[in-house]
């Protein structure tokens, strides 16, 4: 039986998973209590950047109320193998911060983040975290499995 | 261009989609803000299954320090296709509860759930969803595709 390794992976190897982009999940204490919402991220200039749509419930979830502070969330991204049952998961916490400048805006629009659902979403949000933290679990083989 | 469909997705066809088990994301807010945590779980007698470790930070975290009350947790169940952009998620909130007596204990022990990272984690935790949301993004050939 291989032996099971759970390591604690530290931010610069967290930053290196996460940084080609992909399905990443938005977490977020919102009017429906802890909600989860899968978007497509790109990792840009040391932060999570998706689009939303203007208006739409995660937006309004995600503003505080009060101008220029910001909505603490989490995003979380991670890829496993079912059958080696081995894989890591990333999670990222800070503040939600609003892409509404037009100088920000234009470059969001430049890195090229596309969201699946299509429509408008021309709302952008970017989430600069304040920590990082990750996880890896593998199988490494014991002398046992190599003498057999 | 094909078509984007996003639905929303009822219930039943929520849980049909979880029943399987594997792998999902647990959510609460922890000691360290928002935390995401992926586990095995298993989907059974309508309440998501999982093992974590005794006295472990999970644990700890997801108590109130009241006794049977229970702690709002969400979680998250997905499937991606990053090819062809489309696939389903889904939400699941409700309290956690802590399966302490000898009855619960081994009925749980019965469905045979694994985590992966192996060691003791005789820790049963069980989510009965209050609530039970999903969302699925596909994509339909237009008639101009049809054409084609």
Redesign the interface.
């Known amino acids: 039986m291989p032996e099971?390794v759970?390591e604690k992976l530290d931010e610069a190897e967290c930053l290196r998973l996460i940084a080609s982009g992909?399905?990443g999940?938005l977490?977020?204490?919102g009017r429906?209590?802890?909600?989860?919402?899968?978007v497509n991220y790109k990792f840009h200039d040391g932060a999570i950047l998706f689009r939303t749509e203007h208006d739409s419930a995660t937006d309004e979830d995600l503003r505080t109320g009060i101008s220029h502070a910001e909505y603490?969330?989490?995003f979380?991204v991670?890829q496993?193998d079912?059958e080696a049952?081995e894989?890591w998961?990333v999670?990222l916490?800070g503040p939600a911060h609003h892409l509404v400048a037009e100088e920000e805006r234009s470059a969001a629009q430049a890195v090229g983040v596309e969201p699946?659902?299509?429509?408008p979403r021309d709302h952008f949000i970017s989430i600069t975290p304040a920590?990082v933290t990750g996880r890896r679990?593998r199988r490494v083989p014991t002398a046992a499995d190599s003498r057999s």
């Open positions: 099971v759970l992909g399905i999940r977490v977020y204490a429906y209590d802890l909600t989860v919402l899968p603490r969330v989490a979380e991670d496993f079912v049952r894989g998961s999670l916490q699946w659902a299509g429509g920590r679990i």
